[in-house]
């Protein structure tokens, strides 16, 4: 069975850092690229990054953009979100979830969806 | 303000047929494929429609999508209780950076 797992979230306080990590099982993971979305308190879903298989290809969203890392271990199964500088619009669940191919593409969707992983800035 | 437009919220009694729409852009809709994501509540994002009209194994054909330009559809027949749910339409768009996905701010479904 595909699963996804995060853990990483907590409370910080603006201005800190926090690393968010995502476990991967039931498929082979160098394949296929991973996403991370997010979900402000009862809002709707926010797009933050993106990493190809390989690692080698990696975009952002503007809002996070030179101050969210994403990378992945592809030996650990996991894929990682740094996170630094963090403000208070950041509060959110975020979610990892799978692309459906090796590179980034829209085509297939986002096929599994974590559980997710509740991020809060606040002081 | 989602780059994607849905209604906020669409209501019908069990066994009806509910649509929801989305509305974009030539830069994302009108140039990328759509996919549709049903969140139940207290749960997590699940995939409903992928590639514009294509359902994932396990998603019952009561559900079904349709693009045409620059925008997007999505149709639930026979409704039942447990649709109760929030509906994201996404996409990638073109003029932001690469592989840059966009939603849609989210349907609220009533089931009366």
């Known amino acids: 069975e595909v699963q996804l797992l995060e853990s990483g979230g907590g409370l910080v306080q603006p201005g800190g850092s926090l690393r968010l990590s995502c476990a991967a099982s039931?498929?082979?993971?160098?394949?296929?690229?991973m996403n991370w979305v997010r979900q402000a308190p009862g809002k709707g879903l926010e797009w933050v990054s993106v990493?190809?298989?390989?690692?080698?290809?990696?975009y952002y969203a503007d809002s996070v953009k030179g101050r969210f890392t994403i990378s992945r271990d592809n030996s650990k199964n996991t894929v990682y979100l740094q996170m630094t500088s963090l403000r208070a619009e950041d509060t959110a669940v975020y979610y990892c979830?799978?692309?459906?191919?090796?590179?980034?593409?829209?085509?297939?969707?986002?096929?599994?969806w974590g559980q997710g992983t509740t991020v809060t800035v606040s002081s | 303000q989602s780059v994607l437009t849905q209604p906020p919220s669409v209501s019908a009694a069990p066994g009806q047929t509910v649509t929801i729409s989305c509305s974009g852009s030539?830069?994302?809709?009108?140039?990328?494929?759509v996919s549709w994501y049903q969140q139940l509540p207290g749960t997590a994002p699940k995939l409903l429609i992928y590639?514009?009209?294509k359902r994932p194994s396990g998603i019952p054909d009561r559900f079904s999508a349709s693009k045409s330009g620059t925008s997007a559809t999505l149709a639930i027949i026979g409704l039942q209780t447990g649709d109760e749910a929030d509906y994201f339409c996404?996409?990638?768009?073109?003029?932001?950076?690469?592989?840059?996905?966009?939603f849609g701010g989210g349907t609220k479904l009533t089931v009366l």
């Open positions: 990493i190809s298989g390989s690692g080698g290809r990696t």
């Open positions: 590639d514009n009209d």
């Open positions: 979830a799978k692309g459906e191919f090796v590179v980034p593409a829209v085509m297939g969707g986002m096929g599994v």
């Open positions: 996404g996409t990638c768009d073109d003029s932001l950076s690469a592989a840059h996905w966009v």
């Open positions: 039931g498929f082979t993971f160098s394949n296929f690229a």
């Open positions: 030539s830069s994302n809709i009108g140039n990328n494929y």
